[in-house]
């Protein structure tokens, strides 16, 4: 079965640096991958989503890199703001192309 | 966008008693909702897709008559916690079939 690893639980950088996270996929290439930002108890809210034809996805101060040979994403926030510290998810679509299946996440915490 | 709406945000319950968990897609007819549960500091996990007028589907180890799903309609979809357990205390996630997310119940059963 398909597993995510987020292999950072924490990281923490100051204010102005980049952040840059990894996502990696055990099992089959999905069509899509999906980042989204958690708060503490609140639901996650979508932020990119990048197909697996698209090799690098942009807005804003976000960057998402998708290599389907490494079986890896990287999520990078530029110019990062303690408005950034959050829990960062990656998620796929299951095998059935239905569902999602979630990393832990990576919790960011910028300090200023 | 759309949006997700998710009724109480909070709940406390005693062990025995059946809590039912509301979810709304604002702006989007769903003909499928998710319902994810998430534990601390641990990943979303599916627990089981609704489905508008026809039966949930339940991920393996998700038992239906405990999890009690009804989508009656395209934009509501409850998800009734019965005979509640202390283990089941957890914070319930509903996704409308798109990107967005409901923002969550967070469920105490004492």
């Known amino acids: 079965s398909q597993k995510i690893e987020q292999n950072s639980e924490a990281l923490n950088i100051q204010e102005g640096k980049t952040a840059t996270l990894t996502c990696n996929y055990t099992?089959?290439?999905?069509?899509?991958l999906q980042w989204y930002r958690q708060d503490p108890g609140r639901g996650p809210v979508f932020l990119l989503l990048i197909r697996e034809n698209e090799k690098e996805k942009r807005k804003e101060r976000l960057k998402v890199t998708f290599d389907t040979t490494l079986k890896q994403s990287l999520f990078h926030i530029t110019a990062s703001q303690p408005a950034d510290s959050a829990t960062y998810l990656c998620a796929l679509e299951d095998q059935a192309g239905t569902a999602l299946i979630f990393g832990k996440g990576t919790t960011l915490s910028v300090s200023s | 966008g759309a949006v997700v709406s998710q009724h109480p945000s909070r709940v406390i319950c005693k062990s025995g008693t059946s809590v039912k968990i509301e979810c709304r897609s604002l702006d989007f007819q769903a003909t499928t909702m998710f319902w994810y549960r998430q534990f601390p500091k641990q990943s979303l996990m599916l627990m089981a897709t609704s489905n508008e007028g026809s039966k949930a589907t339940y991920e393996q180890g998700v038992e239906k008559d405990k999890f009690l799903i009804n989508h009656a309609s395209l934009t509501l979809s409850t998800l009734t916690v019965t005979s509640a357990h202390p283990e089941d205390s957890s914070f319930y996630i509903c996704s409308d079939n798109t990107q967005y997310f409901g923002p969550g119940t967070r469920l105490t059963v004492l």
């Open positions: 099992n089959y290439s999905p069509a899509y």
